[in-house]
T-cell receptor
Framework: KAGVTQTPRYLIKTRGQQVTLSCSPI?????VSWYQQTPGQGLQFLFE???????NKGNFPGRFSGRQFSNSRSEMNVSTLELGDSALYLC????????????FGPGTRLTVT | EDQVTQSPEALRLQEGESSSLNCSYT??????LFWYRQDPGKGPEFLFT???AGEEKEKERLKATLTKKESFLHITAPKPEDSATYLC???????????FGRGTSLIVHP
């Protein structure tokens, strides 16, 4: 069974630009969550999508948004990038029902200059 | 609000030197406690889920245990390839989205 895939793996952007990250979950999983990981803050929850609807949201500004498609693939968008947005962005796939075991992708390393 | 505290922050062991990592948690109605392993620059790798106090799970040199307030990840006779950051997370009845601890960075010297 294929794991979670994320593209691109690495990105370098300039302050003020916007970026879109993509995640394909494990086949059959309907929940996709996004996390930001930095050395200073650890793993922080951004939002979760289940069956194309945002089901949960963390405490991040509106510059961070996402969506989920009918095939459960998800995209995350960050507009007006700031230096502090430099981080490893992780996508996690889960069945979305019952237990909440999450399976993570390899991440997208975003560097904002 | 769920809270997860992991200790120690960093741990250095000699190959073969067994030890334990601690995860203390405060939740309202535990749904599950999860352990992950994360290698530098990679996504966390799922290890275990524990659901109730007294439960234990094992995988190779790792054994996870759970009480009502904490979980331990015991590492028996570790090898250098066990070097990684180990993350603990809890999912509760309040919000089943897991809350993660800051992790324990483990280095095993040959």
């Amino acid at each position: 069974k294929a794991g979670v895939t994320q593209t691109p793996r690495y990105l370098i952007k300039t302050r003020g630009q916007q970026v879109t990250l993509s995640c394909s979950p494990i086949s059959g999983h309907r929940s996709v969550s996004w996390y930001q990981q930095t050395p200073g803050q650890g793993l922080q929850f951004l939002f979760e999508y289940f069956s194309e609807t945002q089901r949960n949201k963390g405490n991040f500004p509106g510059r961070f948004s996402g969506r989920q498609f009918s095939n459960s693939r998800s995209e995350m968008n960050v507009s007006t990038l700031e230096l502090g947005d430099s981080a490893l962005y992780l996508c996690a796939s889960a069945s979305g029902t019952g237990n909440y075991e999450q399976y993570f992708g390899p991440g997208t390393r975003l560097t904002v200059t | 609000e769920d809270q997860v505290t992991q200790s120690p922050e960093a741990l250095r062991l000699q190959e073969g030197e067994s030890s334990s990592l601690n995860c203390s948690y405060t939740v309202s109605g535990l749904r599950g406690l999860f352990w992950y392993r994360q290698d530098p620059g990679k996504g966390p790798e799922f290890l275990f889920t524990l659901y109730s106090a007294g439960e234990e799970k094992e995988k190779e040199r790792l054994k996870a245990t759970l009480t009502k307030k904490e979980s331990f990840l015991h590492i028996t006779a570790p090898k250098p390839e066990d070097s990684a950051t180990y993350l603990c997370a809890v999912s509760s009845g309040g919000s089943y989205i897991p809350t993660f601890g800051r992790g324990t960075s483990l280095i095993v010297h040959p």
